[in-house]
């Protein structure tokens, strides 16, 4: 059996941001001296004179890339996400938020798949941070097709969006030629009848490697990959709370306040079930290798697993 290929989402994201400057001559890209960690350095070796670096200054970038917006121009500012949610934030709400301008956030070193560079840099809150601002979109794209599906859909979005991309590498599962990415549709990936496990990110594979798991087991998982946490698909959401009567959210992200709470919000209202949020579950993360990270947080495939068998 061939090699799974991995691919790291931020890669994606410079990837495609050249083939859109490629394709469009209004898409600027701001960098706030992280263009090697984001990868937008791509974009900045052809494009040098649309590629701005603002420095370790991201509350500035963001009112540049506001202003940028403001003559019809189409800028992407890119930041790790703990930048880009945390130190930011008040200048994406009140500079891009409020007035609804066409900025695209495009946010790498989401999670604690960022590894060695410890707790301060894990950003588990930005899903929560972010879907709170009015007007926003807000989207965790599983592997490389999909970030790069994400950024063009982006682009073609008219106001502001926020991109989370991961540095880790990870399996390519959409190649297939029936993908289809749209902003605020989910996609099943896998139908089943005892529960749904609606993730995504990274925990997308993971939850797919523990539906097979499950299904060793007898249980049928449902798997639905929800990339945009807002808007949320809620119609998909609410059909496969009633189908299998049992639901699981899986993100790399706080279990308060981002995929796990949008999903339990729209099921308390309109398909009440038990449902089981596992992600980081409110503590910070820790220095160490990504994989061990995800394997002590249980955010793996074994991990997975084992809390859904638990909870069903």
């Known amino acids: 059996m061939s090699e799974v290929k991995k691919i790291a989402t931020r890669a994606s994201y410079g990837n495609a941001l050249v083939e859109l400057g490629r394709q469009h001559e209004d898409v600027v890209v701001l960098d706030a001296d992280l263009?090697?960690?984001?990868?937008?350095?791509?974009?900045?070796?052809?494009?040098p004179e649309r590629h701005i670096?603002?420095?370790?200054?991201?509350?500035?970038m963001t009112g540049v890339g506001a202003g940028i917006a403001t003559t019809g121009k189409v800028p992407f500012i890119s930041t790790f996400a703990m930048f880009a949610s945390g130190r930011a934030y008040e200048q994406v709400r009140n500079s891009i938020g409020y007035p609804?301008?066409?900025?695209?956030?495009?946010?790498?070193?989401?999670?604690?798949?960022?590894?060695?560079?410890?707790?301060?840099?894990?950003?588990?809150?930005?899903?929560?941070l972010m879907r709170v601002i009015p007007g926003?979109?807000?989207?965790?794209?599983?592997?490389?097709?999909?970030?790069?599906?994400?950024?063009k859909a982006a682009y073609e979005h008219q106001g502001p969006v926020y991109m989370r991309f991961g540095r880790l590498a990870v399996p390519v599962i959409n190649d297939n030629p029936d993908y289809k990415f749209e902003l605020g549709k989910g996609i099943v990936l896998r139908e089943g009848k005892d529960v749904a496990i609606i993730a995504n990110g990274l925990c997308v594979a993971a939850a797919l490697e523990a539906a097979?798991?499950?299904?060793?087991?007898?249980?049928?998982?449902?798997?639905?990959?929800i990339h945009t946490i807002k808007p949320l698909d809620e119609e998909l959401v609410i059909a496969a709370a009633k189908e299998t009567g049992k639901v699981v959210t899986v993100e790399?992200?706080?279990?308060?306040?981002?995929?796990?709470?949008?999903?339990?919000?729209?099921l308390s209202e309109?398909?009440?079930?038990?449902?089981?949020?596992?992600?980081?579950?409110?503590?910070f993360g820790e220095s160490g290798?990504?994989?061990?990270?995800?394997?002590?947080?249980?955010?793996?495939?074994?991990?997975?697993?084992?809390?859904?068998?638990a909870f069903l």
Do not use: W
Request: with cysteine.
């Open 212 to 225: 097979q798991k499950l299904a060793a087991d007898g249980i049928d998982a449902k798997v639905i990959n």
């Open 35 to 47: 263009a090697a960690a984001t990868q937008t350095g791509i974009f900045k070796k052809e494009f």
């Open 136 to 151: 926003m979109v807000v989207a965790s794209p599983a592997d490389d097709i999909e970030a790069k599906a994400l950024v």
């Open 53 to 60: 670096d603002c420095g370790i200054a991201e509350c500035n």
């Open 270 to 283: 309109n398909a009440p079930v038990p449902v089981k949020r596992i992600g980081i579950n409110d503590v």
């Open 252 to 266: 790399e992200h706080s279990i308060i306040g981002g995929l796990g709470g949008a999903v339990c919000e729209c």
């Open 100 to 128: 609804r301008l066409n900025v695209k956030i495009g946010a790498t070193h989401g999670g604690i798949s960022v590894g060695e560079d410890g707790a301060t840099h894990q950003c588990c809150e930005d899903f929560a």
């Open 289 to 309: 290798p990504a994989a061990a990270l995800l394997e002590k947080y249980e955010l793996d495939g074994a991990g997975i697993y084992k809390q859904v068998k």
